[in-house]
């Protein structure tokens, strides 16, 4: 059974989903991607896996935690590397190589409503509670952070592979990463993106993680002074 705080990991090799228990970082299952290079993976507001297969240029939508499939669509380019969910269950694309953009999706579907253009090569991408985009820069090993959904850059942090891919966000803000070549997930403090620890990821040439965490739940009207939800990453920390 999966829970809250748990980490959902992918791997290009073994052409597996793999999970992890949250406290403890240990494996605790496994199954066969609907594809057969998964790349990039989130989970939507519903409770159910989305993943992105490079391979078949197809995302998928699983049934809760399992490798039952419930629909696909085609990606927005066949190098689409990376996925997230934002808060109102819109899913959102990072396409590598020469196209290198961030698209936009109406719910979890093929539409596109918009994208952005990306400084190189983006790998992971995902969105903070405040709407700002986060998306890997593999080519200076840097995860680089926008304002809001815009082409505006407020700084950027290294990560702690050499080959990064993969990114998202737990529920204290702090920014978990995976590397292609150490097949490691790295956690960063979402305040000051000083490395906290690592662990190993199922299987090799590791692309992509998410957390599961609770729904986005905002203030009710009227009620102010309660956080329901950290945001992080509302610094600058490395100008680029």
């Known amino acids: ?79 689409a590397v990376g996925i997230a969910v934002d808060k109102d269950n819109n899913l959102i694309t990072s396409v590598d190589g020469s196209a ?63 080959a990064p891919h993969g990114l998202d966000i737990d529920a204290a803000g702090n920014v978990l990463n995976i590397d292609y070549s150490s097949a490691h997930v790295y956690i960063h403090d979402g305040q000051t993106a000083n490395l906290l620890g690592s662990f190993a990821a199922g299987g090799t040439q590791t692309i992509g993680v998410t957390i599961y965490k609770e729904p986005y739940v905002p203030p009710a009207e009227g009620v102010a002074g309660i956080q329901f939800q950290t945001d992080g990453l509302n610094f600058v920390v490395q100008p680029i």
């Open 100 to 162: 290198h953009h961030i698209y936009f999706h109406s719910g979890i579907t093929s539409t596109i409503t918009g994208s952005i253009a990306t400084p190189a090569s983006p790998k992971g991408v995902t969105i903070n509670v405040a709407e700002n985009l986060l998306h890997v820069h593999y080519e200076i090993d840097h995860v680089v952070i926008h304002n809001g959904k815009t082409t505006s850059l407020t700084g950027s942090f290294a990560t702690g592979g050499g």
């Open 1 to 79: 059974m999966v829970e809250y705080g748990d980490v959902i990991t992918t791997s290009r090799v073994t052409d597996h989903i793999y999970f992890h228990n949250g406290a403890t970082a240990s494996l605790t299952g496994s199954f066969a991607s609907p594809g057969a290079a998964p790349f990039g993976i989130a989970i939507d507001n519903n409770g159910n896996i989305i993943s992105l297969d490079q391979g078949n240029a197809h995302i998928y939508i699983h049934e809760g935690f399992t490798n039952v499939i419930t629909g696909s669509f085609a990606t927005p380019r066949t190098s």
